[in-house]
C-alpha cells in the first residue's frame, strides 16, 4: 500500500516504514507524531482512489525518526552566485537547508 502525500508545496510518494526528509514543520512541545491530511492518492495494489483534489477523512501519520531535537537533519550547501559582467561585482553566499526526519506509521484511508 502506498500514498501521495502533500506537505509543505512538494508531494512524496510514502509507504508503511518509509523514511523521507520533509520541510521543517513547527510542532507542539512534546510532540513525536505528526499527521499529513492532504492525501492526493491511495492504492493497495488494486484498487486506487484519486481525490480531487484530497481524499475525505484520509491520512498519513509520520513519527519522529529520531525524537524531537535529533530528527532536524541538514540538507547539502549550496552555493549561489551573483556575477554582473563589466563591473567588478561578484558575491557568493552559502546556505544549507534544515529538513524534518519522518518514518511513516500508518496509511489511514
Not at 63 to 77: A, C, H, Q, R, Y
Amino acid at each position: 500500500m502506498y500514498a501521495i502525500v502533500e506537505q509543505g508545496s512538494k508531494q512524496y510518494k510514502v509507504s508503511q516504514g518509509d523514511k523521507i526528509n520533509i520541510e521543517l514543520v513547527d510542532l507542539a512541545d512534546g510532540a513525536d507524531t505528526l499527521e499529513m491530511e492532504k492525501v492526493l492518492m491511495v492504492s493497495d495494489g488494486e484498487n486506487v482512489k484519486v481525490g480531487t483534489p484530497y481524499i475525505d477523512g484520509a491520512k498519513v501519520v509520520a513519527k519522529l525518526s529520531n525524537g524531537e531535537d535529533d530528527s532536524v537533519v541538514k540538507g547539502p550547501k549550496v552555493y549561489p552566485a551573483q556575477f554582473r559582467r563589466r563591473k567588478n561585482s561578484r558575491r557568493r553566499i552559502g546556505h544549507r537547508q534544515k529538513y524534518l526526519s519522518v518514518v511513516i506509521e500508518s496509511i489511514n484511508v
